[in-house]
Structures are given as structure tokens and as C-alpha cells.
């Protein structure tokens, strides 16, 4: 809600409390109804729990305590409120670090782990401090919650509302992304680290950030060990509210929130908007083998699905699944999203294994289940992006029929059909035409539009771009799984050489690969989405699953910067190229039709001899035409790519109807930088004659 005049609360046990008044320049505030509410006078504590016979909240004045110097009891008789636990604990304030603890049956057959030993993680946690603790009594002793003020001078910052159709993403991971830049940044590896590389996003030229998980994940074991296999990606959550306390710089119980939201503010005044990428799916307190963390201990049948003999559903094949269509869990889900909205200014969010936001109660797949289509429509996330990554773990796979409306989704379709059209799979002109031209077939029946389609040739979970055409086999021996893990479905090349050579035509070939592919993307409709690092070719060794390696393997390596220099002008080109020519981003769907008698047609298709593509007997190579038909605006412009994946030279001849225009050259793939990308798109004419010789694996793009 906008937080007009400060708010005022029910009365609890017989006193009414109201928030402490808002900074003038904090135009957004969304009080949360559970969990540590600060006020005045001291902090309201408020749990929901069905089953519970007795709730405490414990106390602990530093982060090293093993034990709490107070245990606040809550009276079932004046502390309960239907299934709401409430206390309110005078004389504390910010700062003050608690758990919460609730006895009650334990009945696994029936759902329910009560454990009255359990320290609980407050599932409305702002912030976490410290870590799991090591235990000689068996007792879990989990980090701390912390007690937050909200309060914030966000210097009236605003979302930036960039339109869908004009974004371009950036998936990055907020500590990789500086912690191989400790000589050149102060900060490395926290949220004020990506304060300093700002300037370099800026000039890559793109519009948004995705951030893989920043919603508090475990970093040492339940028993205050470090794990045999460290959790860098942080799809495990345990507290939905709070910013991972890893990625700050120091110390201090709950200073993750303000870096946050400094790192926020920072991107906004540059001209990018932030995307969490949000999992709730699943958490890691795992399976009936996984330690007692906070939902499992207040109340287990609720927040997760079950079969009937209390076991747990896996659809995320994490060990369990949030019930995100319990009205319980589908309250939290929404106050979270409200809160990272209203209180970080969060721009938007992509859903990991979204498809099980489909699955009913009983894990049914349902059209539009009601969390799905009440995200769409949530008036308080009207300004935000939402995405949805259109699969999960048990073989639902939704892509272009996941919802309807405002959602996005990530277009894994796309990322095949381009990777196999680039390695030379035979008939693969018809799909790479489609998805070229915003995935029709996939989002045009439902209502929606070319820039729903989420483009991506490579994410975090995968090949980098330089080891998708680097190697034909996963080499994950350094996970520890004897290479079992990963996708083995990857549509590579490795071009003659497993990994890494220094064979002069490979590695052209290899460069020459990576930007077609990135060429490609940053000119299809739809919305385009670059890994952290492909622009500068970061290798990770031929590792397809790297979740667990939190070191030189999946940091930027910043040294790529200087020696990749080619590879990066290069993509910095294409992306202001795109930002700047609408004919490649329209916000409706082509239609192959001229807008008047006249002109060309949206987007032509032609064979290497500059006939008119027959579909049935398509040739491995094509020409596209985008044109400015039905763009009412003074800067846009045609554009001609000819795109040719074979391993031969190919002759490519230019449509005597296209000849009228002026075409310059834009960029040849095949060609070494300088001459590889004009950034004003005015290098040399197409030749009069109109006829072209490409080389092998090559694409040609020219500008009128």
C-alpha cells in the first residue's frame, strides 16, 4: 500500500500499537501483518500456526549465543487469534535477533512435525544473521532472524517502467558477478560490489538485471558444517523475505537490507530495473530426512504438499513442494512479492519452476490456477514484470501455454531451435524463422505478444556461450556426481577439439559461432536475455551444472574484459542496435503482409538465390527482411539478415525488389574486428550486382 500517514494496527492484547512515521522521501511501504513488527515501544511478534499448542519467541543479544537470555511464552488464552500467535514484547527494537519455537503433535502420518526443541526461522524473516551453529546436543540452531526497520531514504526513486518490448536482460549472480574483480573493486562479491561495476552494464547498453536467488539460502550445513558441495546458486530458500546475508559487505545483523536497497537505488538512477529471480517451489528443509527450519516445525501439512501417508510430493526434485495454491501459502507468496515491490523497488520477478504454481492442492495440473492468474492481476504488481519459467521437475513443461495475459516466459523452445540451426541440424530453417520472428505458434493463440517470448540461447543452468561451442560432452567431474548431473541434451559443437585449443581456424570458427547465436537473439522478437559474462566469452570448463561451484569456475573472470575485447564491442553494438530500431522488436506479431499497396511486406523470407522461401523444400540458409511497414516513426529502418549455418561458402543473391533501397553493411560474423560491426550501421553498400559470397557459418546484416 502507499504509506500516506502512518498506519495503525489492531489492537492486541487489549493496546493499540501504530508504525513509527515514514520518511518524506519513502513513497512506498507495505507493512507486513507477521512476523517482527517494529514499533515504539518494542516489537509485536505474530505467527501463524493451526496446529500448535504452546508458541514462545526466544531472544538472544548476539549472534554467537548458543542459547536465548529470554523465552517469551505466548497464552494460548489472551496470545491466540483463531490460528494467529501474537505477543507483543516491550523494550526491544532493531536489531534484536530472535527465533520462534511451538510445541505440538508429532504425527508424520498425518503431516505434522512438531519438534518443541526446534529453534524456528520466522517465516516473515526481514533479515537473517550469522549461521547454523555446530550442535553436541542435536538441537538445529539456525541463523538468527533479525528485527528490521524498513525505514529508508530512497531519495524518490521509482520504478523505471521500462516497456517488455524495449528490455533486455542480463542474468547474473550478485556475488559471481565482482568476487573475480577483488583487485579493481573494494566490495567484492556483495550488493555494494555491483554499486561499482555499474558503469560497466551501463555501457554494455542493457535495460535490466535478473539476479539468481537473493531470498536467504543455507551457506554451511544444518550442523554448522561446510557442505561437501557448496550451495552457490541459492535455489534453496529458508527465509522468502530477507536478502542473503552472504552478498553483504561486513557484519552487522541485518545491514543487507540497507546495501540492498542501495544497490537498488544505484541501478535505478542508472537506467536499469532489477528482476529477482524467486523459487517458490520448494525450501530447503528438503524431505522426512531434512532438518526442522521453520515451516516444517509451525505447520508442516500446510505450506507443503503431501501424499496421503504424510510423505512429501516432489515436483521440484528438491525433496518437497510449497503448496502454493493453499490460501495460506498464497497469502505469503503474494505479502513477499508486495514487499520486495514496495519496500526494494524490485521491478520485477522470474519464477523458477513456475509450472508447479500450476499444480492444485493435490499437485494436479490446472489451467490458470488461482496464484497464477491472481498475479497477473494483483493491482499492487501492476508496474512489475512477471516471468515464469514454464516447466518443473516432474515433466510438466508449459512453454507457450503456461497463462495467460501479462505473463512472460522463458522460451526454451527458442534456445533449442537456435543452438540446433547454428550447429547445421537439417530442417531447422522453418523454426528458426519462427522463433526470428517472436514465437507465433507458441504465444499468439493465447492473447499475448512477441515480447511474452523470453529469448535466451544460454542461462545459468547450462552451457556458457563459449562452451556451447567449445565441447559436445558435460564435464562436471568437479561437482563430485561422477558427471551424472546436468543436461545431457545440450545441441553443441565442439568444432573439431574437445574444450580449450589453440588451433587458429577452431577458434575463429568458435568466435565466429558465438556471434551468430548472440546475433541472433539480440535481433529476434521477443525479449532477448544474455548470460552474465557470454559477452566476454566466459568459459566454465565445459561444466553444464555448475550450482555447487562458488569459485574462478562460475565468477566473471574480469581479465575477459581486455582479451575478448572483440566479443564485447561486438555485442555492445548489436544491443544499442537493437534499443534503437523498433523493426526488430515490435510489440505485435508480424504478419508477412505489406501495410499499403506498395510496400514491402512486416518480413519477407527468401531462399540464398532470392526467391521467395518455399517452406516445403526450405534450403539450409535464408534471407529475412524486416521492414519498417506499419512503423510510424522516423528512425526505423529495414533490415536484411542472411544467415547461413553450413560448412561451405554459399552464394547468397539479392531480391531485385530489394535493390531499390540503400543497404550498408551492419555486421559480417565472418569478418575480423574491426571490420566484423560498423556501430552507425554504415559500412560498405551492398555490391551492385547484388550478389554475395559468405563464408561458412556466417551472418551478414545490412541496414537501408
Not at 531499390?660 to 553498400?685: E, N, Q
Request: charged share 20%.
Amino acid at each position: 500500500m502507499l504509506s500516506l500517514a502512518p498506519p495503525t494496527l489492531p489492537t492486541l492484547n487489549g493496546t493499540r500499537f501504530t508504525m513509527p512515521s515514514m520518511h518524506k522521501h519513502m513513497q512506498f511501504h507495505y507493512p507486513l501483518p507477521y512476523g517482527a513488527i517494529l514499533q515504539e515501544a518494542g516489537v509485536q511478534f505474530v505467527v501463524y500456526s493451526r496446529s500448535a499448542t504452546a508458541m514462545r519467541v526466544l531472544l538472544y543479544r548476539r549472534i554467537s549465543d548458543r542459547e536465548p537470555y529470554r523465552v517469551v511464552e505466548l497464552n494460548p488464552a489472551t496470545d491466540r487469534w483463531g490460528d494467529i500467535w501474537s505477543v507483543f514484547v516491550p523494550g526491544i527494537k532493531a536489531g534484536q535477533l530472535y527465533h520462534f519455537q511451538a510445541d505440538g503433535p508429532f504425527t508424520p502420518e498425518e503431516g505434522l512435525r512438531f519438534d518443541p526443541h526446534a529453534r524456528l526461522i520466522d517465516p516473515y524473516a526481514r533479515a537473517l544473521a550469522g549461521d547454523f551453529q555446530t550442535s553436541a546436543d542435536g538441537v538445529l540452531r539456525p541463523p538468527r532472524c533479525v528485527v528490521v526497520d524498513d525505514l529508508f531514504d530512497w531519495q524518490g526513486d521509482r520504478h523505471l517502467r521500462i516497456p517488455l518490448s524495449e528490455t533486455v536482460i542480463y542474468e547474473m549472480h550478485v556475488k559471481g558477478f565482482t568476487k573475480g574483480a577483488a583487485r579493481d573493486v573494494k566490495n567484492a562479491g556483495t550488493y555494494l560490489g555491483v554499486i561499482e561495476k555499474i558503469p560497466y552494464l551501463k555501457s554494455l547498453g542493457i535495460t535490466a538485471v535478473e539476479l539468481m536467488p537473493v531470498h536467504e539460502f543455507p551457506i554451511l550445513d544444518p550442523f554448522g558444517n561446510k557442505p561437501e558441495r557448496q550451495n552457490y546458486w541459492g535455489y534453496d530458500s529458508m527465509a522468502f523475505f530477507s536478502p542473503h546475508r552472504g552478498y553483504m559487505a561486513g557484519d552487522k545483523p541485518g545491514d543487507q537490507v540497507r546495501q540492498f536497497k542501495e544497490m537498488v537505488q544505484a541501478l535505478h538512477s542508472a537506467g536499469i530495473e532489477v528482476i529477482l529471480d524467486v523459487v517458490f517451489n520448494h525450501t530447503a528443509e528438503g524431505n522426512h530426512m531434512g532438518p526442522t527450519l521453520n515451516f516444517k516445525g509451525l505447520q508442516n501439512n500446510v505450506y507443503y504438499m503431501l501424499n496421503d501417508d504424510g510423505t512429501y510430493k516432489n515436483y521440484s526434485g528438491c525433496g518437497n513442494t510449497i503448496n502454493g495454491n493453499h490460501p495460506i501459502c498464497r497469502e505469503m507468496i503474494f505479502h513477499c512479492l508486495r514487499y520486495w515491490v514496495y519496500n526494494y523497488h524490485i521491478d520485477g520477478f522470474r519464477f523458477d519452476l513456475a509450472s508447479i504454481l500450476s499444480r492444485d492442492r493435490n499437485g494436479e495440473l490446472m489451467p490458470n490456477t488461482p496464484i497464477v492468474e491472481a498475479i497477473a492481476e494483483d493491482p499492487m504488481l501492476a508496474d512489475t514484470k512477471i516471468i515464469a519459467e514454464a516447466w518443473d521437475a516432474a515433466g510438466a513443461y508449459q512453454v507457450g501455454s503456461f497463462a495467460k495475459g501479462r505473463w512472460a516466459e522463458w522460451n526454451g523452445r527458442y534456445r533449442d531451435d537456435i543452438r540446433r540451426f547454428w550447429r547445421g541440424d537439417p530442417t531447422m530453417t522453418g523454426s528458426m524463422a519462427t522463433r526470428l520472428s517472436g514465437s507465433s505458434d507458441l504465444y499468439q493463440s493465447s492473447g499475448r505478444d512477441p515480447y511474452h517470448s523470453i529469448n535466451f540461447v544460454t542461462s545459468h543452468d547450462g552451457y556458457s556461450l563459449n562452451d556451447l561451442v567449445s565441447y559436445e560432452q558435460k564435464h562436471n567431474q568437479a561437482n563430485k556426481e561422477d558427471n551424472r548431473d546436468g543436461d545431457n541434451n545440450n545441441y553443441s559443437s565442439n568444432y573439431g577439439v574437445e574444450g580449450p585449443t589453440r588451433r587458429k581456424a577452431i577458434v575463429e570458427l568458435r568466435i565466429r559461432q558465438a556471434k551468430n547465436m548472440m546475433a541472433s537473439l539480440l535481433l529476434s522478437h521477443g525479449t532477448p536475455m544474455i548470460v552474465s559474462g557470454d559477452e566476454v566469452l566466459r568459459t566454465q570448463r565445459g561444466n553444464n551444472n555448475a550450482y555447487c561451484q562458488d569459485n574462478a569456475l562460475s565468477w566473471f573472470d574480469w581479465k575477459l574484459v581486455d582479451r575478448n575485447a572483440e566479443m564485447l564491442r561486438f555485442c555492445e553494438a548489436v544491443i544499442a542496435f537493437r534499443k534503437a530500431q523498433p523493426t526488430v522488436r515490435r510489440a505485435t506479431f508480424l504478419t508477412g503482409k505489406p501495410h499499403q499497396p506498395g510496400d514491402l511486406a512486416d518480413v519477407s523470407w527468401y531462399n540464398p538465390a532470392g526467391h521467395v522461401m518455399d517452406w516445403t523444400h526450405a534450403s539450409q540458409s535464408m534471407i529475412c527482411v524486416f521492414s519498417t511497414t506499419g512503423l510510424e516513426t522516423p528512425i526505423a529502418r529495414n533490415v536484411m539478415l542472411l544467415l547461413h549455418p553450413g560448412p561451405s561458402d554459399q552464394k547468397f543473391q539479392i531480391p531485385l525488389e530489394l535493390s531499390r533501397l540503400r543497404w550498408k553493411l551492419f555486421f559480417d560474423t565472418s569478418a575480423a574486428s574491426p571490420l566484423d560491426v560498423y556501430p552507425k550501421a554504415d559500412g560498405p553498400p551492398l555490391p551492385a550486382n547484388r550478389s554475395l559470397q559468405l563464408s561458412h557459418h556466417t551472418t551478414m546484416c545490412y541496414v537501408a
